[in-house]
């Protein structure tokens, strides 16, 4: 199974974005648990956002609250990343992740990278001042 992370670009201050993350192949990633992570240059990866397998829970970081919402379609296959009034230090490379639960009503949130098995290449998002 590989993730394919997609929609990045370059947007100014304030502007918005919402990224993607599909499984390759048949992949219903409605049993997983997803989040997002961003790493900028120079900087370790850290955690963005996260969604239980069925979309009940959701978690983000202090810098994301309030202006990023991460979500699930109906069908399992995409999950989301609206990122709304983006700063500069939004810019990253943001990657989405999965962990398989087997449970479509899974509550669990991981914010930690550890917790992930499968990693997608990453998306750039560059926002400028």
């Known amino acids: 199974v590989q993730l394919q992370a997609s929609g990045g670009g370059l947007v100014r201050a304030g502007g918005s974005l919402r990224l993607s993350c599909a499984a390759s192949?048949?992949?219903?990633?409605?049993?997983?648990?997803m989040g997002w992570f961003r790493q900028a240059p120079g900087k370790e990866r850290e955690f963005v956002a996260g969604v239980s397998s069925g979309g009940y829970r959701t978690d983000y970081s202090d810098s994301a609250k309030g202006r990023f919402t991460i979500s699930r379609d109906s069908t399992g296959n995409t999950v989301y990343l609206q990122m709304n009034s983006l700063k500069p230090e939004d810019t990253a490379i943001y990657h989405c992740?999965?962990?398989?639960?087997?449970?479509?009503?899974?509550?669990?949130?991981?914010?930690?990278?550890?917790?992930?098995?499968?990693w997608g290449q990453g998306t750039q998002v560059t926002v400028s001042s």
């Open positions: 192949g048949r992949t219903l990633l409605n049993k997983y648990a």
């Open positions: 992740a999965a962990r398989f639960e087997g449970s479509l009503r899974s509550s669990s949130v991981y914010t930690n990278e550890y917790n992930y098995r499968l």
